[in-house]
C-alpha cells in the first residue's frame, strides 16, 4: 500500500518535500521548515490520497487509516511529551486542511482538539491558567460544533452576547473563569439539543470526526465556487494537517500574528504584517481587537499607536526576521508566513508563496531577478499570466468631475460607459446599431446571456462577488458592479432610482467595476498602459516567446490599441461588424432582401465604399503587419429589419411590398442558426457578396500602396468550410476578384487565402482543405459547440449542474477542452503533411486564455489571436509556454 | 501520355474491355462484341478522360485530342471502304454518349453525322433511295441542331406538321422527296435564322460539336437530377462512341429494334422486345409508329395484329437469338440489345445489362442460379437492395371498395390514409398528437421538410417526377402523387376541390404513390409479404451475412413488422415517442411546468405506468430478442403546450397562473435547440426522469418474467453523451434503480448500459466512454449533423447550391460521408482498445441505405437498425458487403 500519513520530520516525507499534491502545500511547507531547522510544533500530514480514499468509502475514515494515524500521534506524544486524551498532560491538536493550492478560508479548520470535562481541568492545572483553559474548551466547542456537527456559529455568538448583557460587560476578556464554566455549559446544552446527542468527549471521537469535516470541506459550496473561478480541478482533494497546539494566547509574553516577506499590495521590499498579544490566529482573523504592525516603521507610517511586535518582543522579531530571510532564499518567492509566541517561544506555524496584487507580482519579479534571487525565466515565470487582466482595463480619469449615484461592490474591473438598458433584448438590440449599453438588473440569468455579451457593462442590485451576475461578467472581461443595494429598479415604467436620482432607459451612465462606483452621465476614461516593471516583464517575455501574438480586432481604434499593446498582427477582423453602423445597414437588408440579382448587385456596391475605407484605415494603422480579413460569416437573418419602421423603410426602399419582405424575412428564419445558412454556405449561394467584400481588402489595398503606406499582406479567411470544395471554390473566387482588381490597377497584389477550421469535419479533412489553404486558423468557439454539440447560447440551462456534477473541471468554452484538443492535433498533423508551409493561429476566445495558449504552444501554432486588452496576458502566457518546455 | 481512344477492335482495346471506368459501359460492351465475333459496325471510344480533359480545358476539344479522333476515323473509313465526307460514297457515323453506368435517355446521342448538301446526294446515288437520303438529312439536321446549336426540336416539328397541313396529309412517311427537300431548305433556313450561322457543311466541324455536345450534356439538368437520384458521382464523366451508320431505314428487308434476352418486367426466361420495319432507332422510341414484336408467342399473349419479328424476317431472328443467348452467357447476366438490319443483314449496335423491376430481378437471380449460370453468391449479388423498397410498402387492398377523386404521378411508391392538411405546422403539431395526416401543398419547398417528415403521405397540385415533393418524399421513403393537376387547392379556405368533391382539413383521404390515386376515405391496405423466390434471396443472404439487422420501432405494431421482416432486434426504440400519446402528454407537460420536485415527481408517477406497459408489449413482442431502448433525448419544449387551451389545462391541472406556465415556456425556448439542454443533459438536470423510464424498462422485465415469456436483454442507451463523466453518472442511475426493482421483486435483472455516439467529442474520447459503455450505438444523423455544423431542418435553404457546385455528390444525411466515417472508424477503434467486447451499431437513418451498410460492414461493426419496411433491404445489403470483401 502506498504511504498516505507523512511525519514533518521522518525521513520519509523528505522524500515527498516537493511534492504538494500529495502532501498538500501547507503539509509540504512544514515539512520543509522542520527541514530548515525552524521551530515547527510537532505533526503530520494526511496525504490527499486519503482524501480520494475517504470519498470513495462512502465518506467515512476507514479503520486501517485510522490506526496510521493513531501511530503518528504516538510520536507527537513522544516528542511533546504530552499525551492525547491524557487527564494530566493532555496533548491538544490542530486539525487543518492543506490543498496543492492555497484556498484562503476556503475549507475547515479545528483548533485545541482534545480538550474534554476532564481534560480542560488538567490543562488549567499544567498552565495555572483557569481561565486560559476553560476559554480554550469555550472555543473548541464552538468551533468543533460548527464545523463537524453542524450546529451554526452564531447559536453560540447569541449565547456569548446574552451572558454579556446580562453581566453587563462589553468585551470578551471581560468574561472570568466562572462565567466562562457558565458558557461552556450552555455550549453543551446547545449542542444535546440542536443534535440529539451529547457534545463528543472522547478525544478519537473528535479527531476521527474532525478529520472527515475537513475532507467534506473541499466540497463545500464556497470550496466549489473558488475551484471554478481560479480554474482548480476539483478531483485534487485536500491533505489534513494534524500537529500539537501552541498558544498564543497564555498571557502578555505570547501572542499570534501573520508576516509577509515583502509588502503584498505594492511589493516593496519589506517586512510587512500584523500581531496581536494573547490572542489565537482565528483573532487576527476576525476583526474584534485591532492588530498591530509588525515593524516600527510600519507603525510610524500608519500612525499607529500601538506598540508593534519589533518593540513588543525584540529577540523574537529579530528571531522571526532572520528566518523570514532564509525562507525566502530557500522559497525563492515572497512569503506568507504565520507564526506564535508561547510564553517568549517563537513557533513557526505555516508558510506558503504570499498572495499579491497583480502590480506587486510583477514588482516582487523584476527586484528577485535584480537581487540575483531567481533569473530572468523565473522572473517571467512568477506573473500570473491572469492576473495581468486587472492591469489592463481602461479606469476613470480621476482628474474630471463626476457624480457618484451609487455604490455596489466591485465584481469586476475595468470601466464603461452606456445607455441605460433593462432587458437583455434592448442591449442586443443597440449593440446591433453600435451604441453602447449598460444592462441594469435586480439580479441576471443565464437567460441574459446574450444581452452581457452585448452590453459594455452590467449593473445588478442584488448578488455578491460569486452571484451570476458577476462570474459571469468577469469570464467575459465585462465591467460589472453588482449588489448595489442603492437602487430600486421599476421595470415596468423603465426606470431605476437611486438616492435622489431617477435614471431612465436610454440615459447615459458610467459603472466603475474596479471601485464598484455608478456615476451619472459619461466619464473620461484613461487607457491603461505598459510601462515600468511591467514593461520590463513584457519585454523579457518577447525575448522567450515563440509564438505570434494577433488581436481580434474590426476597428482601426481596437487596432491601435492592439498595437499599443504589442500585437503583432490582426488574427481576426470579423467583417460583419462593419455591416452594422446605421449607414449601412439599410444596403446591406436590400441586399439580402432584393428579389433581382440587380438590385442586389446596387445595394452591394453602395456597400464597397463603406468596405474599402474600413480596411483602407485598418492597414494604415497596421502598417506592415499582418491583417487576417475574415468574409461575412454569420447567417443573414441576424441583419434584417425588426420592427415595423425598419421594415417599411426596406420594403420602400427595394420597391416590394411589407407582405414580401416579410415573407422573404420569415423564409430566412432557421431552426439552428448556428447550423445554418452562414459562413462560406453564403459565399456559394451567394458569391456577389463575397466578391464585393475581396474587391473592398483589394482597392484598399491599392489604395494604400499608391499612398505609399507599408505595403500589407491581407490573408482572405473563409469561414466554416467543412469540405475541400468549399475551399477550392471560394480560394478561386477570390483570385478572380483579385486578378480583376490587379488588371484594372496595372499593379502586383500579394495576399493569402486560407480558412477557418471551426468544424469536426474540417479538422478530419485538414489534409484535403490544405491543398488549397495557406492558412488554417483555428475557430475553437464554434469547434468547441460542433465537437460538444453544445450551443454556447442555451448552455446557460445546464452548465451549473454539469459543473456540480464534476463533469466540466473548467468551462470548455474558457479553456479548450481536451477532445476539441485531440481535433485540432489531428488537423495541424495532417495539414502540415499535405502543406509543409502552411500557417496556424487560433482565434477563438480561447486564444487569451494562458492554458490554452500553452496548449497551442505545444502544438506548434505559429499565432494566437485575442482580444486587444489581453494581447499581454497572452504574450507573458507564451513565453512561460515556451520556458516550461524545458 | 495515357491512351484515350479506343478502335472497338484493337488489340490494345481488348486489355481494356473490363474497365467501364474508361471506355464507359457502351465502349465497353461494344468491344467486347466485337471480340465474340458479332457483327458490329466498325468505330471506336473516346474515354471518360477525354471528358475530364474537355472540362479542364474550357470545354473545347484540345486539337492533340481531336488528331487522333482522325486518325481512328481513317480505320473506320478503311473498315467500310466509305471516307468520311467523301461526295461519292460518304461515311456516316453515330455520336453516342457512354457513361460507366448506364443512364437512358439522360444523355445527347446524334445520328447520321457527316451528311451535308453534298454527301447526301452521294447517298441518295449509292443507294439509289433519294427519300431514303433526304430524310436522313433532315433527321440529322434536326437533332444536331437540337443537340448542338441550341435550335430546340419542336421548331423543326412545327415546320413538319405546317409541312403536312399544307400539303393535307397525315403521316411523315406520306411526304416524298420532294417534300423532304423543301423542308431540309427551312430547316436551314430556321438554322441561319436562330444562330445567325449557316447549318455546318464542314464534316469535321460536325463532329467537333458533336462530341463536345456529348461531354456538354454529362452536366445537364436531367442528367444531374439523374445522378442524384441514383447516387452515380459526378466526376465520373461520359465517354463518347462513334460508329460507322448502318441503316435501319433503308426499305421494307430493313429493321430495328430492341430485345431483352428475358422478359424485364415479370422475369421470365423468354426474349423480350419489340422492332420496326423500315425505321430508324429513335422511330421505336418516340412511339409515332407502334411497334411489333419480336417473338410469334408474343404477338399471340398480346392478341397483335402485326407480323412478329420471327416471322418477318425468321434467319435474321434466328441469328439474333443464338446472339442473345451467346451474350447471355458471356455476361452471365440478362442483356438489352440493340440491333438494325440493314438490307437483311444483322448488325448488333448495344448491349447492356437490362433494366428489370425489383420482381423481375429477383426472379432472374434466382433462375440463373437454379440454370446453373451464376452461383449463389452471385445471385445475391445481382439484387440491388435499394430496389427491394418497392416491394416493401404496403399497397391498397384492391378487394376493398374506394372512390378515387383524383390522380396524379406516382411520385414515390406506398398507400398512407390521414387527415388532410395545408401547412407543415399542422402536420407537425398533429404529429406530434400521434395522429396521422396527408400534406396537400400545390407545390412543396425545403420550409416543408419539417411538415413531410411529420406527415404520412405528401400530395401536390403540380411538379412532375422530380420535383422537390417527389424527390424529397422518395428520400425519406413517404409515399407521395405529385402533379395532380386535378385538384384545385383554396388554401385560404382550407379546402380542395377535385371533380365535384370538396375535402376540407381534417377530412381523412388516401394516397396511393405507386399508382398515383387519390381517394376519399381510409382504405384498407395490404403488408407486403417476403415469399417464393424473394425469400429465397432473403434466405441465401442470411448465409452469406454477418451483421445483425435490427429495426427502429417504438410500437408493438412496428415490432411485429419488423420481426416479420426478419429483424434481429431492435436497435433503436425511442421513448420519447411514446409521451406523445394524448392520454399522457398532460403528465408529460405537469412534469415539465411543475415548480416542486414533488409535483414532478407525481407527473412522473403518472408516466410511469403507461410506459412500463409499452415496454411490457415490446418485450414479448421482441420474444427474446435484444432490445435498445433510448432514454428520454429531444428538448422538453417540444413538449410543451402550444395553444392557449392546453396551457390553460396545465396551468389549472398544476395551480399555477397561466402567466408562471407561459413563463416556463419562455425559459424553456432554446436558440439552436438541436444544441441545447437535450439528451442526457435532462438526465444530469432531472435524473428523476431516467429514473422513471429505467423504473418502467425493468418493472416490465419483471412482468414478462412472472408471466414466463422468452426473457429479454434490454440495452439501456444513454443519448447525447460527450464525455466520460456523463456516461459514468448516468450508469450509476441505471444500475441503482435496477438494485432497487432487484430488492422489491425478489428477482434477478440482466441489462447492458452503453451509449449513443452522436458527437464528434464522444467518438474521439471514445476510448474513456468505453470504460463505462457496454455498447455503442452511432447515431449517424446527428453526428453527420455536429460534424459538418449543418442543421438537417434548415440546410434546405442551401443544399440545391451546394448539389449544383459539386460540394456534395451525395447528400451525407443519406449515405454516410467520408469524414463521418473517419470518426466512425476513429471510436471503433478506441473503444475496442478499451473494451474489447463493446457490441458496435448504427441506428441513425444511415442504417437502410446499402452503402452505408457496406461501411458498416468494413469496419466491424455488429449491426445495423434501420426502419422496418427497410430491413429486408439491410439484409441483403449485408450480405452483399460481406460477399464484395472476399
Redesign the interface.
Given at each position: 500500500m502506498k504511504k498516505i500519513v507523512f511525519n514533518f520530520k521522518s525521513k520519509e516525507t523528505k522524500k515527498f518535500i516537493n511534492q504538494k499534491n500529495i502532501l498538500g502545500g501547507k503539509g509540504a511547507n512544514l515539512a520543509e521548515m522542520g527541514k530548515l531547522g525552524f521551530p515547527v510544533p510537532p505533526g503530520f500530514t494526511i496525504s490527499t490520497a486519503a482524501c480520494e480514499l475517504f470519498y470513495k468509502n462512502k465518506k467515512k475514515i476507514n479503520s486501517r487509516l485510522f490506526n496510521e494515524i493513531k501511530k503518528e500521534l504516538k510520536i507527537i506524544e513522544k516528542d511533546t511529551e504530552k499525551k492525547f486524551g491524557c487527564i494530566k498532560n493532555p496533548l491538544l491538536v490542530s486539525v487543518r486542511s492543506g490543498a496543492r493550492v492555497s484556498m484562503p478560508g476556503m475549507m475547515d479548520t479545528i483548533l485545541n482538539l482534545g480538550l474534554n470535562d476532564q481534560t480542560v481541568i488538567a490543562l488549567a492545572n499544567k498552565t495555572k491558567n483557569i481561565r486560559f483553559a476553560k476559554d480554550s474548551y469555550r472555543r473548541f466547542i464552538q468551533m468543533y460544533s460548527d464545523v463537524v456537527l453542524g450546529v451554526e456559529s452564531y447559536n453560540f455568538e447569541d449565547l456569548i452576547e446574552n451572558f454579556k448583557l446580562t453581566k453587563g460587560v462589553l468585551l470578551d476578556t471581560d468574561l472570568d473563569e466562572n462565567d466562562l464554566e457558565g458558557l461552556i455549559n450552555d455550549f453543551k446544552d446547545l449542542v444535546k439539543n440542536k443534535t440529539k446527542k451529547d457534545f463528543p468527549q472522547n478525544v478519537f471521537e473528535q479527531l476521527n470526526g474532525a478529520i472527515g469535516a475537513v475532507f467534506l470541506s473541499w466540497n463545500s459550496n464556497r470550496a466549489k465556487v473558488y475551484r471554478k473561478l481560479n480554474q482548480i480541478p476539483s478531483n485534487w482533494g485536500t491533505a489534513v494537517n494534524i500537529q500539537s497546539m501552541v498558544f498564543g494566547n497564555m498571557g502578555d509574553d505570547c501572542a499570534t500574528g501573520v508576516v509577509f516577506t515583502r509588502d503584498p499590495s505594492n511589493g516593496k521590499n519589506e517586512i510587512y504584517g500584523e500581531y496581536l498579544i494573547n490572542a489565537q490566529g482565528e483573532d487576527v482573523v476576525a476583526g474584534t481587537r485591532t492588530p498591530q504592525h509588525i515593524t516600527k516603521k510600519a507603525n510610524k507610517v500608519s500612525n499607529s499607536n500601538g506598540k508593534s511586535m519589533q518593540e513588543s518582543f525584540p529577540k523574537v522579531f529579530n528571531e522571526l526576521k532572520k528566518n523570514l530571510r532564509i525562507l525566502e532564499k530557500h522559497y525563492k518567492d515572497m512569503q506568507d508566513v504565520e507564526f506564535t509566541v508561547e510564553n517568549k517561544k517563537l513557533w513557526m506555524l505555516q508558510t506558503r508563496s504570499g498572495k499579491r496584487t497583480a502590480k506587486s507580482a510583477v514588482k516582487i519579479a523584476v527586484d528577485m531577478y535584480k537581487e540575483k534571487l531567481i533569473s530572468k525565466k523565473e522572473a517571467v515565470l512568477r506573473v500570473d499570466p491572469n492576473s495581468l487582466d486587472k492591469l489592463l482595463h481602461p479606469t476613470l480619469d480621476e482628474n474630471t468631475k463626476f457624480k457618484v449615484i451609487a455604490t455596489g461592490l466591485p465584481a469586476s474591473p475595468g470601466a464603461a460607459s452606456g445607455k441605460v438598458v433593462f432587458t437583455s433584448e434592448e442591449a442586443v438590440r443597440l449593440n446591433e446599431m453600435m451604441q453602447n449599453t449598460i444592462l441594469v438588473r435586480i439580479e441576471t440569468s443565464p437567460?441574459d446571456i446574450h444581452g452581457m455579451h452585448s452590453a459594455k457593462g452590467i449593473l445588478t442590485a442584488r448578488g455578491g462577488m460569486t452571484s451570476h451576475a458577476a462570474v459571469v461578467a468577469r469570464g467575459m472581461g465585462r465591467p460589472c458592479v453588482s449588489g448595489s443595494s442603492e437602487i430600486e429598479i421599476d421595470y415596468k415604467n423603465k426606470i431605476f432610482k437611486s438616492k435622489n436620482f431617477e435614471v431612465k432607459e436610454g440615459d447615459v451612465i458610467t459603472i466603475d467595476g474596479s471601485t464598484g462606483r455608478v456615476i451619472l452621465g459619461e466619464v473620461k476614461t484613461v487607457k491603461p498602459e505598459i510601462s515600468g516593471d511591467f514593461s520590463k516583464i513584457m519585454k523579457w517575455s518577447e525575448e522567450f516567446k515563440k509564438l505570434k501574438i494577433r488581436a481580434n480586432a474590426e476597428t482601426p481604434s481596437d487596432s491601435k490599441t492592439a498595437r499599443e499593446f504589442g500585437a503583432e498582427g490582426i488574427g481576426l477582423c470579423r467583417t460583419e461588424h462593419m455591416f452594422f453602423d446605421e449607414e449601412r445597414i439599410l444596403s446591406v437588408r436590400q441586399m439580402i432582401l432584393s428579389k433581382s440579382k440587380d438590385d442586389r448587385h446596387r445595394a452591394l456596391s453602395k456597400l464597397l465604399p463603406h468596405q474599402k475605407s474600413d480596411f483602407t484605415e485598418i492597414f494604415k494603422t497596421m502598417n506592415g503587419l499582418p491583417v487576417t480579413v475574415r468574409l461575412l460569416d454569420p447567417p443573414l437573418h441576424e441583419f434584417l429589419p425588426k420592427n415595423k419602421k425598419e421594415i417599411d423603410d426596406v420594403s420602400k426602399s427595394l420597391n416590394l411590398s411589407v407582405n414580401e419582405v416579410e415573407g422573404r424575412i420569415n423564409?430566412l428564419h432557421?431552426?439552428?442558426?448556428?447550423?445554418?445558412?452562414r459562413g462560406c454556405?453564403l459565399g456559394?449561394?451567394f458569391p456577389e457578396i463575397y466578391e464585393m467584400q475581396c474587391r473592398a481588402i483589394f482597392e484598399a489595398l491599392v489604395e494604400c500602396k499608391n499612398k505609399k503606406y507599408k505595403s500589407i499582406i491581407p490573408e482572405i479567411m473563409i469561414p466554416?468550410v467543412?469540405?475541400e470544395?468549399?475551399i477550392k471554390?471560394m480560394k478561386e473566387l477570390v483570385i478572380r476578384v483579385a486578378k480583376q482588381v490587379q488588371i484594372e490597377n496595372k499593379i502586383k497584389i500579394k495576399f493569402l487565402v486560407g480558412t477557418m477550421i471551426?468544424?469536426?469535419?474540417a479538422a478530419?479533412?485538414a489534409k484535403d482543405i490544405a491543398k488549397h489553404a495557406e492558412f488554417f486558423s483555428f475557430g475553437t468557439n464554434?469547434l468547441t459547440?460542433?465537437?460538444?454539440?453544445?450551443?454556447r447560447?442555451?448552455s446557460g440551462?445546464?452548465l451549473n449542474?454539469?459543473i456540480e456534477?464534476?463533469?466540466?473541471d473548467i468551462d470548455p468554452f474558457v479553456s479548450i477542452?481536451?477532445?476539441?484538443g485531440?481535433?485540432i492535433e489531428i488537423a495541424v498533423s495532417k495539414g502540415k503533411k499535405q502543406n509543409k508551409k502552411i500557417k496556424l493561429g487560433i482565434c477563438g476566445e480561447h486564444g487569451g486564455d494562458p492554458k490554452s495558449i500553452d496548449f497551442c504552444s505545444k502544438t506548434g501554432l505559429n499565432y494566437v489571436s485575442c482580444s486587444p486588452y489581453r494581447v499581454p496576458i497572452a504574450r507573458l502566457a507564451a513565453a512561460q509556454a515556451e520556458l516550461k518546455k524545458n
Open positions: 437567460e423564409e432557421e431552426h439552428n442558426p448556428m447550423l445554418g445558412h454556405r456559394i449561394s466554416l467543412s469540405t470544395s468549399e471554390i471551426e468544424l469536426p469535419r478530419i479533412k464554434d459547440q460542433t465537437t460538444f454539440g453544445i450551443s447560447d442555451d440551462k445546464f449542474d454539469y456534477n464534476k463533469i466540466f477542452d481536451d477532445g476539441v485531440d481535433l
